[in-house]
T-cell receptor, first 111, second 113 residues
């Protein structure tokens, strides 16, 4: 069985500061990894994905994530956040037949 | 391609009533998923289809829930005898298969009063 753990339910950060949102996964098979972003009253949209190849992947809005197989992690980072980055960020793993999602991390960017 | 669409966007119903939601996936996607999301939580898997076949249903899903995908196109999710605990956002997603990158609709927000 697969599972995803997002240890931080909420991350407050000041504008222009760097941020890291943590994601750890468990899987017995090779995986594909995703980060989604959800703005208020909107659906989930894909931020970035790891399928194969380079372990550092870049996504939209200046976000990037690094796949670490030995630590079974896929942490999301941004060097300088904006107020507009305030949203819910959800990590997902897929390796079987369906994507499995974490509980999400609420990123709160303060001025 | 207009993406995944869900109807209705909002539904308020009285406890004990039946409700049905519709999802139209991206046309070339053969996989369709239903998830449920409550406040502060990530999407919880309910069920998925490969074309018209329902391949998996969550063990957490009550018998009051049923889903169909006739002809492998749109899908419906029905909840019978709704309970207050059914109040949530119901999300539909579709994909082409491996690697199962899911494209989501806007969701249907159900409120049971």
């Amino acid at each position: 069985a697969q599972s995803v753990t997002q240890l931080d339910s909420q991350v407050p950060v000041f504008e222009e500061a760097p941020v890291e949102l943590r994601c750890n996964y468990s899987s017995s098979v090779s995986v594909y990894l995703f980060w989604y972003v959800q703005y208020p009253n909107q659906g989930l949209q894909l931020l970035l994905k790891y399928l194969s190849g380079s372990t550092l992947v870049k996504g939209i809005n200046g976000f990037e994530a690094e796949f670490n197989k030995s630590q079974t992690s896929f942490h999301l980072r941004k060097p300088s956040v904006h107020i507009s980055d305030t949203a819910e960020y959800v990590c997902a793993v897929s390796g079987g037949f369906k994507p499995i999602f974490g509980a999400g991390t609420r990123l709160c960017v303060k001025a | 391609d207009t993406g995944v669409s869900q109807d209705p966007r909002h539904k308020i119903t009285k406890r004990g009533q039946n409700v049905t939601f519709r999802c139209d996936p991206i046309s070339e996607h053969n996989r369709l998923y239903w998830y449920r999301q409550t406040l502060g939580q990530g999407p919880e898997f309910l069920t998925y289809f490969q074309n018209e076949a329902q391949l998996e249903k969550s063990r957490l899903l009550s018998d009051r829930f049923s889903a169909e995908r006739p002809k492998g196109s749109f899908s419906t999710l029905e909840i019978q005898r709704t309970e207050q605990g059914d109040s949530a956002m119901y999300l539909c997603a579709s994909s082409t298969g491996t690697p199962h990158e899911a494209f989501f609709g806007q969701g249907t927000r159900l409120t049971v009063v």
